[in-house]
């Protein structure tokens, strides 16, 4: 099925109306598709299937889309659906969007203001045998890991006793424990945060329940063999904001705020969380986590202020690059300290780019490499392009050596954008960064999507899969292998 409805009411969301849902059997391939690349790539993003109420209404607010490669023997399969939440099947009932302006219920038709508004557009999950489509406002959706159709919202044998559910849970590769949390965890502008673990099995084993300073959006966290962390910064909102206007966005930035780290022992309970206060930068996503003796390190990509161009800053200042743009950084915190604040170290040249990724075998161990897709402002965009796109293109993607601080870049394109490139190892056993990097290619001149297979030792392209269609905007994607995952037969 392809659909298309005009563009009139996106304003300037970055993610394109498409609403397509299909199959291709056996994608057409440039290069090789390497023979030990075995297992599937799992996508999530969003797409408007009915146009936004409000103009400046934001991307996270599209519906859900889920997609999928799948690899075996040189060759490829591709699949996407729509996340059916109660939200889109209520659009769709209707033929027309119900729903107010982000996470704002305010704007709602009154018909479905008892009804889940989540687009669960985040993260694809996977976990004790089963896939899940994410997003921080609401519980998970289970997927079918092989037609995509959504079984409903999962609430862990009704064990989660959070109303929400981090898009960026970690799983311990250790122990095969997932680590997760829920903010906002009792009800809107609650300052409730619900940390739990989560066995192989799928088992919830433990649940802590702190109090936040204040209301954050506590996008994504890391874990240690001993420890876990949230970042928490002033992206913050209030009951008082959502209530005084329909059309408020449910954050805005207020750079009086500090920023916290939320740091708990994995063994402890909520009187040994800490909360260390920094300044009022954003991680808003992390690489890794390691704790060495009494230093805890964490790794991510920083901004010094708004990480959004979209949402809006408390004092009406605009939004810049200069300050809003993520970069590779390290904090360090020395636990045996009782004074707030953290060492932070930049060790890399500032590329801007948001979406890093690692070898996800080695969450919570010491690690090397880094990957990050980000953009090289001193390649402007194709002049073949019919216009300039009101986005930075992500034209580059790196390979960060941690251990040296040095960049292995290769340039990806002048006529289209890299959304977030995924790690597939060779093996479960190979070294790390032995493996491939995933990463689908937005070709703008073509108006048509490629996965590319870059080996990521080489930091070459090996192979590229070829969409006769554009597929929706990724947030996030995982690698699942085949071991993991054995496919159907037939």
Partial sequence: MVQRFSDQHLGGNFFQTLRFEGEIRDCEVQGTIPQDLKGTFYRLGGDWAYAPKYEH???????????????????????????????????????????????????????????????????????????????????????????????????????????????????????????????????????????????????????????????SENHDMAITSTHIVIPHFPLTTTREWLEASPANLHWYWDERLPGYLLVLPRNGDARDARWIKGPPAAMGHTLNAVTEG???????????????????????????????????????????????????????????????????????????????????????????????????????????????????SMFISDEGSLQEACFASRSGTCAEGSGYLLGVYTNLLEQRSELLVIDAEKMQEVGRVILPFHVAAQVHGTWVPHEELPFPAG
């Fill in 57 to 215: 209404d934001v991307p996270f607010s599209a519906d859900g889309y889920i997609s999928m490669f799948r690899f075996a023997n040189g060759r490829v399969q591709y699949k996407g659906r729509f996340v059916e939440t109660p939200r889109f099947l209520a659009n769709h009932r209707a033929g027309k969007q119900l729903f107010g302006i982000y996470r704002n219920r305010r704007g709602d038709d009154p018909s479905v203001r008892n009804i889940s508004g989540t687009v669960s557009n985040t993260t694809p999950v996977f976990h004790a045998g089963k896939l899940f489509a994410t997003k921080e406002d609401a519980r998970p959706y289970e997927i079918d890991p092989h037609t995509l159709q959504t079984r409903g919202e999962y609430d862990f044998g009704g064990r989660l006793s959070s109303l929400t559910f981090t898009a960026h849970p970690k799983i311990d590769p250790a122990t095969g424990e997932m680590i997760a949390f829920g903010y906002e965890a009792t009800g809107e502008a609650s300052t409730d945060i619900f940390i739990y673990t989560i066995d192989k099995s799928g088992r919830v084993t433990k649940e802590v329940k702190v109090q936040a300073p204040y209301v």
């Fill in 294 to 408: 009494n230093r805890l390190v964490i790794d991510g990509t920083v901004s010094d202020a708004n990480p959004y161009p979209f949402f809006p800053n408390r004092d009406g200042s605009p939004w810049t690059p200069m300050t809003g743009g993520a970069s590779i950084r390290r904090w360090t915190v020395d636990l045996n300290s009782k004074s707030d604040g953290w060492e932070e170290q930049r060790p890399f040249p500032a590329q801007i780019g948001g979406l890093p990724r690692i070898d996800d075998r080695f969450i919570s161990n010491p690690y090397r490499y880094g990957y990050l897709g980000y953009t090289d402002f001193s390649r402007q965009p194709s002049a073949k392009l019919a216009s300039t796109p009101n986005f930075p293109l992500t034209n580059s993607l790196g390979r960060f050596d941690m251990h040296t601080g040095k960049c292995e």
